[in-house]
């Protein structure tokens, strides 16, 4: 239901407590008469040390996001965006789009997420077969990214995880650590590159390189606020962000 301010599209955003960077990034790529309103999933701060924490951490959230939902959906939004992407990828393809479905019905809304979001940004773009990725998780969320996309049809030509094992610090990653990142996974020569994990401050350094490499560059979040804005017919032009807000 728009309102006042959101007199064109009022978004509901689910992020984890302990995530600092899918706010801003998304207040940042707001278009006038378009606004956001935040709803967090308690998860504490604790080290993934070791396979089992690694997996406690992703079933706490998984378990935290339809209260979540319930809190934001209080404020009547048009439209809901979820600001996690490895729970999104979490149980394989099929897996993702079943919880996507089940959250859409209970609570009688639609929802751009880290999976169909940057599907339906690798089909607009389109031509993209080989990807590289890059990802704050520890291995065995990696498997499941790989898996995800893999099952999407797409190749896996490279893999770079920043391994991070404290919640906050994923969103401490320096511009300069991303930068080397996209170089290493690049040399595996993919059609494109495809960074997952919410928590990385992506955003502008993706738009960045996609026109240093001249080949896509996808950030997880700038891909789930452009499929939310195309979604509901918001089709403006946000600079900042790279050719996926600019030129689709």
Not at 9 to 18: A, D, E, N, Q
Not at 38 to 44: A, Q, S
Not at 94 to 101: F, I, P, V, Y
Not at 210 to 220: G, H, R, S, T, Y
Request: glycine content about 8%.
């Amino acid at each position: 239901m728009v309102d006042s301010l959101g007199h064109r599209l009022k978004l509901g955003v689910v992020v984890p407590s302990t995530n600092t960077v899918v706010q801003p990034e998304f207040a940042d790529m707001q278009p006038p008469g378009v606004t956001n309103h935040v709803g967090r999933i308690f998860i504490p701060d604790a080290k993934l040390s070791t396979p089992a924490d690694f997996i406690a951490h992703i079933e706490r959230m998984r378990a935290g996001i339809d209260s979540a939902m319930e809190r934001v959906m209080t404020c009547q939004p048009d439209y809901v965006v979820n600001g996690l992407s490895l729970e999104a990828f979490w149980d394989g393809l099929d897996g993702s789009m079943e919880m996507l479905r089940r959250l859409e019905a209970k609570f009688r809304t639609k929802i751009s997420m880290g999976n169909n979001a940057i599907l339906a940004a690798l089909e607009r773009v389109g031509k993209i077969r080989r990807i590289s990725l890059i990802t704050p998780h520890r291995p065995e969320g990696d498997e499941r990214v790989r898996r995800f996309f893999t099952q999407a049809g797409y190749e896996v030509a490279d893999l770079f995880s920043f391994n991070v094992n404290l919640p906050t610090l994923i969103c401490h990653t320096s511009a300069s650590a991303l930068r080397d990142a996209v170089l290493k996974v690049n040399a595996a020569k993919p059609d494109a590159i495809v960074q997952v994990g919410t928590g990385l401050p992506f955003g502008k350094l993706a738009g960045e390189a996609w026109e240093w490499l001249k080949k896509p560059v996808f950030a997880i979040n700038t891909a789930c606020y452009w499929h939310a804005l195309r979604q509901n017919k918001v089709h403006d032009r946000i600079e900042g962000y790279g050719p996926l807000l600019t030129r689709y």
